[in-house]
């Protein structure tokens, strides 16, 4: 089973400032299959990225993935007041097909 | 745009079965995978399961004995059944849409929360 680990698991930044969430698997993914959402408060998650770099229809250029094999990150360059939100990555593989991220939470500082 | 749905009971009791339908508009279930996520209260996502469009289903392992999947292409819905479930099944349920190629879920329903309570 590929395990997927986001650090860290929560961030603390402003309005402006640039954000950077990690994500680590183990064993390797391939960047084909490794997505991030974005999922704030009563909603569902919203894709954000797949891929690992390929932004999803609507998804404002400021947010951009990056990575290979074991190390994937995701960039918001400049935060919006929208952006506070919690985000996971997600990969697929053989067996079991789909594991989540525990999470990043984005909170406003 | 394609849409998702969830409906069914908000209450279920422990040991009993846990069934929730999802209705898709805008698009046919006779193409694509269609999945069920859930998540706990306050915690992440955990895959379920999905049924292609041929019928064939793949189950996370570690529901895989209490687990069903199923599809009725004349009302373009999809359902899930969870049996002998405990309050550890107490979560929001969510159906969603793979896309096929690099396989991220891309269309979500809003979810709806099932609680096991007695």
């Known amino acids: 089973e590929i395990v997927l680990t986001q650090s860290p698991g929560t961030l603390s930044l402003s309005p402006g400032e640039r954000a950077t969430l990690s994500c680590r698997a183990s064993p390797s993914v391939s960047s084909t299959y490794l997505a991030w959402y974005q999922q704030k408060p009563g909603q569902a998650p919203r894709l954000l990225i797949y891929g690992a770099s390929s932004r999803a229809t609507g998804i404002p250029d400021r947010f951009s993935g990056s990575g290979s094999g074991t190390d994937f990150t995701l960039t918001i360059s400049r935060l919006e007041p929208e952006d506070f939100a919690v985000y996971y990555c997600?990969?697929?593989?053989?067996?079991?097909?789909?594991?989540f991220g525990q999470g990043t939470k984005l909170e406003i500082k | 745009q394609v849409q998702l749905q969830e409906s069914g009971p908000g209450l279920v009791k422990p040991s009993e079965t846990l069934s929730l339908t999802c209705t898709v508009s805008?698009?046919?279930?006779?193409?694509?995978?269609w999945s069920w996520i859930r998540q706990p209260p306050g915690k992440g996502l955990e895959w379920i399961g999905y049924i292609y469009y041929t019928g064939s289903t793949n189950y996370n392992p570690s529901l895989k004995s209490r687990v069903t999947i199923s599809r009725d292409t004349s009302k373009n819905q999809f359902s899930l059944k969870l049996n002998s479930v405990t309050a550890a099944d107490t979560a929001v349920y969510y159906c969603a849409r793979i896309e096929a190629a690099r396989r991220y879920f891309e269309y979500w329903g809003q979810g709806t929360l099932v609680t096991v309570s007695s």
């Open positions: 805008g698009g046919s279930i006779s193409s694509y995978y």
């Open positions: 997600q990969q697929y593989d053989s067996s079991p097909p789909y594991t």
